[in-house]
């Protein structure tokens, strides 16, 4: 995840000196998540063929490489060469990134099934971690030693863990699984929840190419101290996870509610980011740090109890226990996850040019908000409906009761 963030604060920057407008500077950002959606599908579907440890393992030897490999970009020719080259480095590092990522979510959640939301949440900790340190060490390096070492440094320690997952990762035997991905995504609960996961990803992405360009404009902010912004953001989200994954498991009933609510609130916190021009409210570099905060810990409420949701959908709609649903759930987290990376930047990148950071954010914050009430409005129909069905079959039980005391006529 340091590898994924430390573009944040200087890379949109340096693009912009190789000759690359905002727009294409989104695109970079999003072909990242388009590439990741597609090859999720595909290793989710296959994870049982290929092996969870040896796709793990390859996905973090290839990812490591083509970081190094991006640290040396600034070197190529300014103009359609550079952009080509970013394309290319991009897309198989989100192949790359997306077979370590769907394995590791698959071999936490077979090694602990009992507390999948508190593993996740321990996961997604770590990745906000990573979201944290990325920014703030990629401009301090970028400041101190040039464009190539933050990312020749990551890369390298990237190549250092492999050797040491080979050797700890255990081997997770199982037989394929008979459903598939459309037989998941068409399940009502599992659909709006993906509509959820998009939304929250499309937020993250959002923030990657105009956070740091809006930050510099409006504050005139150093590179360096660009990526501390960023760190209210990943912080939260770091500290949260864990807390609401522990939460989800002690007491599952909670989730959904966890869900909407976390919703409503990241809808506001877009709101107020700008802030938007309809609310009157003055710009200030501590209220954007602030909502960040809050930010990172409402997309945690949303985020952790989505993957045990879909999980517990799934077993209760006929599919069978074991790593090949895990495979299917983790590879659709990651490609919903990464439809909302490619939109997210895509578009954020296009409306900050058109209509600027604050109606750009807003407009992201009706997404958030849609998403949450229709989320809220679908577990209320779920409920009134468990509530009739209830109802009904206490009738049906109290009359089979009176059927059986009364006496046969003969």
Not at 27 to 37: E, N, Q, R, W
Not at 85 to 94: H, K, S
Not at 265 to 292: D, E, H, N
């Amino acid at each position: 995840m340091m590898c994924y963030s430390i573009l944040g604060p200087f890379f949109p920057k340096e693009a912009e000196k190789k000759g690359a407008s905002n727009t294409v500077i989104g695109m970079i950002f999003g072909c990242y998540a388009l590439f990741d959606l597609l090859a999720s599908l595909v290793f989710g579907k296959y994870l049982v063929h290929i092996g969870a440890k040896f796709m793990f393992v390859a996905g973090m030897f290839v990812s490591g490489g083509v970081t190094v490999l991006f640290g040396v970009l600034d070197q190529v020719p300014e103009g359609p060469v550079f952009i080509a080259m970013c394309f290319l480095v991009r897309i198989t590092d989100a192949i790359s990134f997306a077979a370590a990522i769907t394995a590791s979510s698959s071999i936490l959640a077979k090694a602990f099934p009992n507390n999948v939301a508190t593993v996740m949440g321990s996961l997604e900790s770590f990745s906000g971690l990573g979201l944290v340190l990325g920014p703030p060490l990629g401009g301090f390096l970028y400041q101190s030693f040039g464009y190539e070492v933050p990312f020749i440094l990551l890369g390298c320690i990237v190549l250092l863990m492999v050797p040491l997952n080979m050797c700890i990762l255990p081997n997770y035997e199982s037989d394929p699984g008979k459903h598939s991905f459309w037989k998941l995504i068409i399940l009502p609960k599992v659909a709006f929840i993906s509509f959820v996961i998009t939304s929250l990803s499309s937020g993250f992405g959002f923030l990657d190419p105009t956070l740091s360009l809006f930050v510099l404009e409006k504050f005139n902010l150093p590179a360096g101290y660009v990526g501390l912004v960023f760190l209210g953001l990943a912080l939260s989200y770091a500290i949260s996870s864990p807390l609401v994954g522990l939460l989800s498991d002690k007491m599952p009933h909670l989730r959904k509610w966890l869900l909407v609510f976390g919703n409503l609130i990241t809808a506001g916190c877009y709101m107020l980011l700008g802030p938007a021009p309809f609310l009157r409210i003055k710009s200030q570099l501590w209220l954007l740090v602030l909502i960040l905060v809050i930010n990172g810990i409402s997309a945690g409420m949303s985020l952790i109890p989505a993957f045990p949701e879909i999980l517990s959908c799934a077993h209760e709609n006929g599919f069978e226990e074991g790593l090949s649903t895990l495979g299917l759930v983790s590879g659709l987290f990651g490609a919903l996850w990464s439809v909302g990376a490619f939109l997210g930047p895509t578009l954020g990148g296009f409306l900050y040019e058109k209509i600027g950071f604050e109606w750009a954010a807003a407009l992201q914050g009706l997404w958030a908000l849609t998403s949450g009430l229709v989320m809220g409005l679908f577990y209320l129909l779920e409920h009134s409906r468990r509530r009739r069905r209830s109802k009904l079959q206490n009738i049906l039980g109290t009359e089979e009761e009176r059927t059986a005391l009364l006496p046969d006529e003969t």
